[in-house]
């Protein structure tokens, strides 16, 4: 199993970024969450989507701007980010948990992901 995190860069704030998180390896349906740190910071969580539904959650800190999207059939989860902030700022993780009960309500959580990328650079300025 493998998850490749791509699309990171330096764009001034006000400007937009596609992240796109390709998936490999995986048998079971899955959700996949992206999560960013900071320097001196946790690793925080940003968005999730849900294999079965595509259902969607959001940080508060990015609702509104970001939106995380799916192709099934490339495997491939997409974060548009709009209106970027010198904030946003960060080392962009994706991750993947296995679909089972209980899991989602807990898609904050960085404990309950299975499967993490190598992470990409967002680097916003102002």
């Known amino acids: 199993v493998q998850l490749q995190a791509s699309g990171g860069g330096l764009v001034q704030a006000g400007g937009s970024l596609r992240l796109s998180c390709a998936a490999s390896g995986f048998t079971l349906s899955y959700t996949t969450g992206w999560f960013r740190q900071a320097p001196g910071k946790e690793r925080e969580f940003v968005a999730a989507i849900r294999w079965s539904g595509g259902s969607t959650t959001y940080a508060d800190s990015v609702k509104g701007r970001f939106t995380i999207s799916r192709d099934n059939a490339k495997n491939t989860v997409y974060l548009q980010m709009n209106s970027l902030k010198p904030e946003d700022t960060a080392v962009y993780y994706c991750?993947?948990?296995?679909?089972?009960?209980?899991?989602?309500?807990?898609?904050?959580?960085?404990?309950?992901?299975?499967?993490w990328g190598q992470g990409t650079q967002v680097t916003v300025s102002s």
């Open positions: 991750a993947a948990v296995i679909s089972r009960p209980g899991i989602f309500v807990r898609l904050a959580d960085t404990g309950i992901y299975d499967y």
